[in-house]
């Protein structure tokens, strides 16, 4: 059962184009979104760089969301296919490391979609609420061994994640 006092703390990587534009309309409409994300706007989904994400979580966030234009709509083409390839390897590094799927999601909305956006947001919150925090921070700073293994599982997958590029 979800925990209502728990606000997670979820760390958002929007897109410019698309994904950014749709929060702001979600904002500008007035849709309900949970409070819970800080955004971090790049300019294309295909900027986020697997290491952003455990960067994220390892500092403090409950979960995180990526949002980017729709496939076939990138401002850069195919950048967002790069995405979805990297998506699979990270969700694959996570489960390694006992982190379940819900806390990490990705989702396509348009500038056009702010309830979309909003929708994504508030279901991203409710999974986090029930999964409660996650606790990296605390309890990766007290064993170091586990920031080396992070850093063991990430250099393994770094070509297919395409880390190293
Ligand atoms: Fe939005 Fe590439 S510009 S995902």
């Not at 904002?27 to 455990?54: A, H, K, N, Q, W």
């Not at 994220?56 to 990526?66: F, H, P, R």
């Not at 348009?110 to 956006?117: K, N």
Request: with cysteine.
């Amino acid at each position: 059962m979800a925990n209502e006092d728990f606000q997670p703390k979820i760390v958002g990587f929007l897109c410019n184009w698309c994904s950014y534009r749709a929060a702001d309309l979600a904002g500008t409409s007035r849709i309900p979104m949970e409070p819970t994300v800080r955004i971090v706007r790049l300019m294309c989904s295909g900027r986020v760089d697997p290491t952003f994400v455990l960067k994220a979580l390892s500092m403090g966030a409950d979960g995180v969301l990526i949002a980017g234009c729709h496939p076939g709509e990138c401002h850069y083409l195919e950048q967002n296919y790069k995405t979805i390839r990297r998506f699979a390897m990270l969700r694959h590094v996570l489960r390694a490391l006992g982190v379940p799927d819900e806390r990490v999601q990705l989702v396509w909305a348009s500038a056009a979609e702010g309830t979309r956006l909003a929708e994504a947001v508030n279901q991203l919150t409710e999974d986090i609420r029930r999964l409660g925090p996650l606790d990296w921070k605390d309890r990766w700073s007290e064993s170091p061994e586990r920031l080396e293994a992070l850093e063991d599982i990430v250099q393994e997958h770094a070509e297919a994640m395409e880390v190293s590029a």
